[in-house]
């Protein structure tokens, strides 16, 4: 699909592929590759049955369905907003890609590497988020038993974790700002490091051996645990 070209409804089969500098619509990638070039904007992409969506620097993916073993893969430049991930689909945002309001739900994953950024990603029951290796997440709401998993070289700001969902921060990685409430947990691992953990109204925070969190705050009916050679430090109890 060229500048200035578009198209509507269309179906890419296994061993097909799209190109697309110009717009398109609704395309069902049964199999098949879409790429999002510079200039191209794709709009309801359906990536089904082990199908990929590649969105390259200056390209842009909005309302994305990835399920049934699908890819989304957001590289360099390229931004992709409002995607929805279930059923063992999966979105990758490597290289500085960006993404918007990610969707993840049941069996859908989330995967932000190498200077990429997540923002406002929401991850509900059976998905996970993961975030290393330079890969930054901003502004995530985990509950209904999800997962954002921050593991070395990574870092979450400003989560948001309640309903039995659960932010894990690994060794080497980071979490800031986060708000746990309500059910929800923060682990701290041995090598993690938190700061500025707010844990109110039936959250908790669980530092273990080796785990450090520094300048939480801890009200209404929160919850800090912190086990045999964790450490805590300028904790605010009120």
Same mark, same amino acid.
């Given at each position: ?21 110009? #717009? ?6 049964? @199999?098949?590759?879409?790429? $999002? +070039?510079?200039?191209? $904007? ?6 089904? +049955?082990?199908?990929? %969506? ?12 990835? =399920? ?8 360099? @430049? ?12 999966? %979105? ?9 309001? #990610? #969707? ?18 929401? $991850?509900?029951?059976?998905?996970? %988020? ?14 209904? @038993? ?19 969902? =659960? ?37 908790? %925070? ?9 300048? /939480?705050?801890? /009200? ?17 109890? /009120?």
């Amino acid at each position: 699909v060229y500048f200035g070209g578009s198209e509507k409804n269309g179906v890419v089969s296994s061993g097909g592929g799209q190109a697309v500098f110009g #717009t398109t619509s609704n395309v069902a990638l049964d @199999g098949g590759n879409q790429s $999002v +070039l510079s200039g191209g $904007v794709a709009s309801g992409t359906f990536v089904d +049955l082990g199908a990929t %969506q590649f969105v390259f620097s200056k390209g842009s993916a909005s309302g994305t369905v990835v =399920n049934n073993g699908g890819t989304q893969a957001v590289h360099s @430049g390229g931004s992709a907003s409002f995607t929805t991930v279930s059923r063992g689909g999966n %979105q990758y945002l490597v290289f500085s890609g960006t993404a918007i309001s #990610t #969707t993840l739900k049941t069996g859908g994953s989330e995967y932000v590497y190498s200077a990429a950024t997540a923002s406002g990603t929401m $991850v509900s029951t059976g998905a996970t %988020q993961y975030v290393s290796k330079g890969g930054s997440a901003v502004s995530t709401t985990v509950s209904s @038993g999800g997962t954002e998993f921050v593991h070395s070289g990574g870092s979450a700001i400003s989560t948001t974790v309640n309903f039995s969902g =659960n932010e894990s921060v690994l060794s080497g990685g980071s979490a800031s700002g986060t708000t746990v409430s309500s059910g929800g947990f923060e682990y701290v691992y041995s090598g993690g490091t938190t700061t500025g953990t707010l844990v109110s109204i039936g959250g908790k %925070q669980i530092v273990s051996s080796g785990g450090v969190t520094t300048g /939480s705050v801890v /009200s209404n009916g929160g919850i800090e645990v912190v086990s045999f050679g964790g450490t805590a430090d300028f904790t605010t109890v /009120s």
